[in-house]
């Protein structure tokens, strides 16, 4: 009988299982309705996200900021905005699997979407968002 060596062993991944999308869309409308806003309408015009910032650092600040901005400008009442600071909430960051911040997580409409890094730019966080189609040479000028 030989022995058995317990290193070469491969462990299961500790890492949460996706949800479905039907979990995704009743996460989305607690969050919602948590945050005071309503449950999303079935036909998906409300937008549920959620953005991830590093305390108040000035980076975070201005991406709240930014998202607010675009929000209202865009989304006025059709929104519900969570904001979660990963050092104060680090086990929900570790679901949803966040590597940096800032992130924007769109959660409805579906399909989940997810923006990293600067959102001051407003025609990155439409297209992240969805409201807005991205083009190949964009109108910047460089």
Do not use: F, W
């Not at 949460?16 to 409308?29: G, H, K, L, S, T």
């Amino acid at each position: 009988m030989q022995p058995t060596m317990q290193q070469g062993i491969a462990m299961p991944s500790t890492r949460p299982p996706i949800p479905d999308q039907a979990a995704q869309q009743d996460r989305a409308a607690a969050m919602a309705l948590e945050a005071g806003g309503s449950s999303p309408s079935p036909n998906g015009s409300d937008y549920v996200l959620t953005l991830y910032v590093a305390s108040l650092t000035p980076r975070s600040v201005m991406a709240i900021k930014s998202v607010k901005e675009v929000c209202e400008k865009h989304l006025s009442g059709q929104y519900a905005l969570e904001i979660v600071d990963i050092y104060e909430r680090p086990t929900l960051a570790k679901h949803d699997q966040i590597l940096a911040a800032p992130t924007l997580i769109k959660r409805l409409p579906l399909p989940l979407r997810r923006l990293i890094g600067d959102m001051a730019d407003e025609h990155r966080v439409l297209v992240g968002l969805d409201l807005r189609a991205r083009t190949e040479g964009s109108d910047r000028q460089d």
